[in-house]
């Protein structure tokens, strides 16, 4: 018997035959997370259905120095799932329970394969939410939003998943689970908690996690403003944010982005712009109605051509509507398109587009634009034809100089997709190869043997080496009788 | 995984002479003194005092510490050395002070880069000037942003905002060894690798030396208000922070005060605009009363129990302890808050202990101010009474400063989950030891 399939005899028996998938047929369908053009089909594929049986399998892993990767939804756009051709993927899509609503505390505590919007779903009838809303919510995993601090259009205001998480029960890469924090604030030492959120699976996996709830806004006000151009568009988001206004959600899409909204949901956005805005105001009533005003004064000052207020929350969604669908909206109006995921100071976003746009012009690759342009994460669909010869390098390179970009200007080659197997190799120009080594002090801390979701992250990994003052044992795969299998 | 086996310390012994050379040539003659009575950090005083004005210099610093196996105690304003059980041992104080200014404040981005060494009210009129505000509400003279972030308090306003752990966004520090590194960057939306600054946020100086700290900012807020009611009972309190976090009231602080005699006042802070402000503090200030009257236990002589004001209460933001007092923090879950204060009540009496309770009861995050001269075997009895009840309301109870000596007798910190992985962190990033050893959890 090979020693994986041996694996798969032992976690048959401790989680049971529906838990284990080792036909390869099967194990095919997990070969990819929402990055499609990264495949690799796993050599297992486990699904548990509680924290307990999650620690039994990364120990199981871990005795035999087997690798092990998370997965949770899968729409990961960094290839932060992508499977390990000798490893075990572990998918929590059984550990969907919503453990408990607690509105006194203002907490929701969750397993880490339950749908980030369930989650709101089970807290609104008691007036409270979970404010981190990637546009994926419908689908994604909290355990996946943890692992990539997820953020959404909101988070300009209301901040990442790392803001909310207040508890994790973590499974270690040994196996053995651990609680950090719970429902009260500030545990005593290190925040755990702060490096484990965003740290993409690398440093374990959440078996369960404590979120903050926030209660529901008394109102909620929504303006969809069009533009002649994204310089008039722009300058509205510079005037709002230098008037002291905090809106909940600044986000901007350019006329290509509208065309192919357009195309694929008829939202209904104003014709003939050159730039939308969508900016939502919330919280208290009279204080929302006041600095909805000044939002919409701002956007009339800077050329707004037409303002329109969503009057009900039909109209609301409407308008969202078009903005949530833009990623696979594109897809109308191009047969393949790169969504790529990338930061400036939100000062630099004139320079930003129009650097962009003689990229693309360069390059004769139509870029999309679409962004959170409170915070200056943009999401630029380079659009291409894979059945044209050249086309998908062009693209590809246009999306690399878009990154380089944003690193020139003072910004992040990720501000919510993650690194995963995708931007690994971008660290390096982002931070220095001390800054790199430093980060992975924290991977030898908690994974010195590399097994918890490896090549992901870090372009190369560190040696951990002898830890002084720990003792050395025997090497796990030698205790563990598979030294010589593998 | 206990303390290491002091028979493996090095046996190198450099004189005097020589370490001063290395450690002036480190950080410049002018910049190095040596350490005096005054200069002692929980009764130990370090052979030398030093005062790097450059990340360059402090990592030649670091790198002179670790050839010489010096220990290191870095200090910003010096107001809260005292904090936390005393190190091991002490050789070089690293003062950060000389480290100061702003590197760069971009408004329209909300943000700034500020050296580690700048005192928080430097930084705050700063940024006043361009009507912004790094979103801690609390004026403590000489505290400088790197010893705010390595303490890992907060004040009033997390509620609204978050504490400084949501606040830093990068970070420019120095390792143990030397190594300069970034962690996180300019811009507010970014998940480039690990968040190390929040690592380094209550660190207490064990993992590195802050450098640089990037915050993300706010606007200054056209008004405020504060809105206050009392309640004389633990149960009375929680019902009042429960009407206002259940409510949409969108506080920015829910704060408690409460002397060891007397009832508790909490205070209520609101933002927003001019126009609306007002309005919101008197229907605010309603259900308030609403509220302490349904707990009310005899009538007020028809005198209305709230304080609305544009000034916030004198207490705000300071701490409930006086010097030489003992300061504890205590945490519960949020709607155990009557838990913790009667637990209080209970522990004050039988140790006869007049104990002050003020914080941030909005998040159930308290501190407990004891006052000078009491006896330490009276402070462990109170600080074992409350921890028994910890499980009731999940909270933690952490002694955060006490009279010199009496932090070293009892348990400062309490259980810690997930102290191994904690250790191991302190392993890989201070493998010497030499980073403030022994000042924090478990001994780290
Ligand atoms: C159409 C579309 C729109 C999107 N919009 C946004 C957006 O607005 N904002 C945003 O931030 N992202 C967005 N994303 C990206 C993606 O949805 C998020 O990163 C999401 O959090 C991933 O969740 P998942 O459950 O699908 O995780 P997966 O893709 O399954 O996994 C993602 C990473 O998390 C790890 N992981 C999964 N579960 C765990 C666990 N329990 N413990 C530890 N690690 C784990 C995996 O190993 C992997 O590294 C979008 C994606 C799509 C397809
Ligand atoms: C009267 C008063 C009341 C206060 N009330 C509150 C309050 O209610 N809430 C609140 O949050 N704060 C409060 N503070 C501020 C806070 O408690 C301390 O002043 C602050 O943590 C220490 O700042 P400091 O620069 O004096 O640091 P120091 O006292 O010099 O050092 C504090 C700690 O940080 C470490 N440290 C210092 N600088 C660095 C650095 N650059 N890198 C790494 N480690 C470093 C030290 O080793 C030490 O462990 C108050 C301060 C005062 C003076």
Redesign the interface.
């Known amino acids: 018997m090979t020693p994986m399939a041996a694996l798969a005899e032992t976690l048959r028996s401790a989680l049971g035959s529906e838990a284990v998938i080792d036909d390869p047929q099967r194990r095919r369908t997990y070969e990819c997370d929402g990055l499609a053009h990264y495949k690799v089909t796993p050599a297992l594929v486990v699904l548990p259905t509680t924290a307990a049986e999650l620690a039994t399998v990364v120990r199981a892993c871990a005795a035999g120095g087997v690798p092990f990767v998370a997965r949770g939804s899968g729409t990961g756009l960094s290839g932060g799932a992508l499977p390990h051709a000798d490893g075990v993927l572990i998918v929590t899509s059984r550990m969907r329970r919503i453990v408990e609503i607690d509105?006194?505390?203002?907490?929701a505590v969750v397993e880490p394969g339950v749908v980030n919007l369930d989650v709101t779903r089970a807290a609104g009838p008691y007036?409270y939410y979970f404010a981190p809303d990637p546009s994926s919510q419908q689908v994604c995993s909290v355990g996946g939003n943890v692992a990539?601090?997820s953020?959404g259009a909101h988070?300009l205001k209301y901040?990442?998943t790392?803001?909310h998480v207040t508890g994790l029960r973590w499974v270690?890469p040994q196996g053995d689970l651990?609680?950090?924090?719970?429902?009260?604030?500030?545990?005593?030492?290190?925040?755990?908690?702060?490096?484990m959120?965003?740290?993409e699976g690398t440093l374990g996996i959440a078996g369960e996690i404590t979120v903050r709830l926030t209660?529901s806004?008394?109102a909620v006000r929504t303006l969809l403003a069009g533009f002649e151009s994204t310089d008039a568009a722009g300058a509205a988001v510079?005037a709002i944010?230098?008037a002291?206004?905090?809106p909940a959600a600044i986000e901007m899409m350019d006329a290509l982005a509208i065309e192919a909204a357009e195309a694929a949901v008829h939202c209904g956005y104003p014709a003939g712009a050159g730039a939308v805005l969508v900016v939502e105001v919330d919280?208290?009533?009279?204080?929302a109605t006041?600095?909805f005003d000044d939002v919409m004064r701002h956007c009339e000052e800077h050329g707004a051509f037409e303002l329109r207020v969503a009057a009900d929350d039909r109209e609301r969604a409407l308008i969202w509507k078009g903005r949530k669908s833009a990623f696979a909206a594109v897809g109308r109006i191009s047969p393949d398109y790169i969504v790529q995921d990338g930061?400036?100071?939100?000062?630099a976003l004139p320079e930003a587009l129009r650097r962009i746009a003689a990229l693309s012009a360069a390059a004769g690759v139509r870029v999309a634009n679409v962004f959170?342009a409170g915070?200056?994460?943009l999401h630029p669909l380079v659009l291409f034809d894979d059945a044209e010869e050249g086309q998908a390098e062009r693209a590809e390179e246009v999306s690399g100089a878009i990154l380089d970009l944003c690193i020139e200007l003072?910004?992040?080659?990720?501000?919510?997709?993650?690194?995963g197997s995708d931007?690994a190799r971008y660290?390096p120009r982002?931070?220095?190869d001390?800054?790199?080594?430093?980060?992975q002090?924290?991977?030898?801390?908690?994974d010195p043997e590399g097994l918890s979701n490896p090549g992901k992250?870090f372009p190369t990994p560190r040696l951990c080496g002898e830890?002084?003052?720990?003792r050395s044992g025997p090497h796990p795969l030698v205790s563990a009788g598979v030294a010589d299998s593998f | 995984?206990g303390p290491?086996d002091p028979s493996?310390a090095p046996s190198t012994v450099s004189s005097p002479g020589s370490l001063a050379a290395s450690l002036s040539e480190a950080v410049g003659t002018e910049h190095l003194r040596l350490g005096g009575s005054g200069d002692a950090v929980g009764g130990f005083v370090p052979r030398f005092v030093a005062r790097p004005v450059s990340t360059a210099a402090l990592s030649a610093l670091m790198r002179a510490a670790t050839r010489h196996d010096l220990a290191v105690v870095p200090s910003g304003g010096g107001t809260r050395l005292s904090w936390g059980p005393a190190p091991e041992r002490v050789d070089v104080v690293a003062n950060t002070k000389g480290m100061a200014g702003v590197v760069e404040h971009?408004?329209?981005?909300?943000?700034v880069v500020v050296r580690a060494g700048t005192a928080l009210d430097d930084l705050q009129a700063a940024l006043a000037r361009a009507?912004q505000r790094l979103a801690v509400d609390g004026h403590w003279p000489g505290a400088t942003v790197g010893g705010l972030v390595a303490h890992?308090l907060s004040g009033p306003s997390r509620l609204g905002f978050?504490t400084l752990?949501?606040l830093l966004i990068g970070a420019t520090f120095v390792?143990a060894d030397g190594?300069?590194?970034?962690?996180g960057?300019?811009?507010?939306?970014?998940?480039?690798?690990?968040?190390?600054?929040?690592?380094l946020?209550?660190?207490w100086g064990t993992?590195g030396v802050l450098a640089e700290v990037v915050f993300r900012l706010?606007?200054?807020p056209?008004a405020s208000r504060w809105v206050t009611a009392t309640a004389g009972t633990p149960a009375g309190a929680s019902a009042l922070v429960?009407a206002v976090?259940?409510s949409?009231?969108?506080a920015v602080a829910v704060e408690l005060d409460r002397p060891p005699q007397g009832p508790a006042a909490l205070t209520v802070m609101l933002e927003?605009?001019s126009?609306?402000i007002d309005?919101?503090a008197a229907a605010l200030g309603a259900r308030l009363a609403t509220a302490a009257h349904s707990f009310a236990t005899s009538p007020r002589n028809g005198s209305s129990p709230i304080c609305l004001s544009d000034l916030a209460p004198p207490w705000w933001g300071r701490l409930p302890v006086d010097p030489g007092g003992v300061l504890i923090?205590a945490?519960?879950?949020?709607?155990a808050l009557p838990l913790l204060l009667g637990a209080f009540d209970a522990a004050s009496e039988a140790t006869g202990l007049a104990a002050h309770a003020r914080g941030s009861a909005g998040?159930?995050?308290l501190m407990l101010g004891l006052p000078a001269g009491a006896a330490p075997d009276a402070v462990a009895d109170l600080v074992s009474r409350l921890r028994a009840g910890t499980g009731r309301?999940?909270?933690?109870v952490?002694v955060l400063d006490g009279p010199p000596g009496m932090l070293g007798t009892l348990d400062a910190?309490?259980p810690?989950?997930?102290?191994e992985?904690?250790q191991?962190?302190k392993?890989?990033?201070d493998?010497?030891r030499i980073l403030s050893p022994g000042r924090?959890?478990?001994g780290i």
């Open positions: 509105p006194s505390n203002q907490r007036g990539e601090n953020g988070c901040g990442f790392a803001n270690t651990v609680a950090i924090g719970g429902k009260a604030p500030d545990p005593p030492g290190y925040d755990l908690l702060g490096v959120v965003g740290s209660r806004p008394e510079s944010i230098g002291g206004l905090v919280g208290a009533a009279a204080d006041h600095e930061v400036i100071p939100r000062t959170h915070d200056g994460n003072g910004g992040s080659i990720t501000g919510e997709h993650g690194v931007k660290m982002m931070f220095s001390d800054d790199l080594d430093t980060m002090l924290v991977r030898c801390a908690f992250v830890v002084p003052g720990r | 995984m290491p493996a971009v408004a329209g981005d909300l943000v009507g890992g978050g752990r949501d390792r190594t300069v590194a970034h962690t960057g300019k811009v507010v939306k970014n998940v480039a690798g690990y968040d190390l600054g929040k690592l946020h209550g660190s993992l706010h606007p200054r056209p429960q976090v259940q949409q009231a969108v927003g605009p126009a609306t309005a919101r923090r945490t519960t879950e949020l709607d998040v159930g995050s309301w999940n909270g933690s952490v910190w309490g810690v989950a997930g102290l992985l904690m191991r962190v392993e890989q990033f493998p010497g924090f959890v478990g």
